[in-house]
């Protein structure tokens, strides 16, 4: 399995540009989530989904949109990227366990917005 | 979900335990106690959970104490490469989209 997997690694964007940061995970997980890390600081909970077709707000949504239409995909939109955006994107995915869920991350994405 | 303190930052030497703790005194009786822990530049970790039991497995133990105020992550043999950002977290293990609250963790830095 390569597990939670995102792309791309790093991205350079302009004030008022839109991009889509991917996330996609192979282990059929029913939990998907979007965090951003901004320097010296934990992560924060954007958007979330329990299931394809579902989603939901976390702490900090504004400025960005959200889908799921299948399992496997999680993709974060910017429609109109600020300096504000600039931080590590991190996606994670888990079941939803009796005993107890852990959540998978996926290696980041480093934006810098200009 | 329960708030959680952990102090700044540790140092450890290599080989030695690292004993990491964390304060959650409003933590409610059905909310579990988890550890993260995030390498440089990489993304969080998943390294323990327990509800009031200790825990064990093959990367920590978790001590919880029995009033679940507090607890407390042991590595029992500190390598370079612990050296990371560890994270407290207590939540409940159901809640409505299983996701995590981090704080600022404590920032383990182990030394030769």
């Known amino acids: 399995n390569a597990g939670v997997t995102q792309t791309p690694k790093f991205q350079v964007l302009k004030t008022g540009q839109s991009m889509t940061l991917q996330c996609a995970q192979d282990?059929?997980?029913?939990?998907m989530s979007w965090y951003r890390q901004d320097p010296g600081m934990g992560l924060r909970l954007i958007h979330y989904?329990?299931?394809?077709?579902?989603?939901d707000q976390g702490e900090v949504p504004n400025g960005y949109n959200v889908s799921r239409s299948t399992t496997e995909d999680f993709p974060l939109r910017l429609l109109s990227a600020a300096p504000s955006q600039t931080s590590v994107y991190f996606c994670?995915?888990?079941?939803?366990?009796?005993?107890?869920?852990?959540?998978?991350f996926g290696p980041g994405t480093r934006l810098l917005v200009l | 979900d329960a708030k959680t303190t952990q102090p700044t930052s540790m140092d450890c030497a290599e080989g030695r335990a690292a004993n990491l703790p964390c304060n959650h005194s409003?933590?409610?009786?059905?909310?579990?106690v988890y550890w993260y822990r995030q390498i440089h530049s990489q993304g969080p970790q998943y390294i323990i959970h327990?509800?009031?039991n200790n825990e064990t497995n093959e990367m920590a133990s978790l001590i919880i104490t029995e009033d679940r105020k507090s607890s407390t992550l042991i590595l029992p043999h500190a390598t370079l490469r612990d050296t990371a950002v560890y994270y407290c977290?207590?939540?409940?293990?159901?809640?409505?989209?299983?996701?995590?609250?981090f704080g600022g963790g404590t920032r383990l830095m182990v030394k030769p």
């Open positions: 994670a995915s888990s079941y939803r366990l009796a005993g107890g869920e852990t959540q998978y």
């Open positions: 282990m059929n997980h029913e939990y």
């Open positions: 989904s329990v299931g394809a077709g579902i989603t």
């Open positions: 409003t933590i409610s009786g059905n909310e579990y």
């Open positions: 327990g509800l009031k």
């Open positions: 977290i207590v939540r409940v293990k159901d809640n409505a989209g299983n996701m995590l609250t």
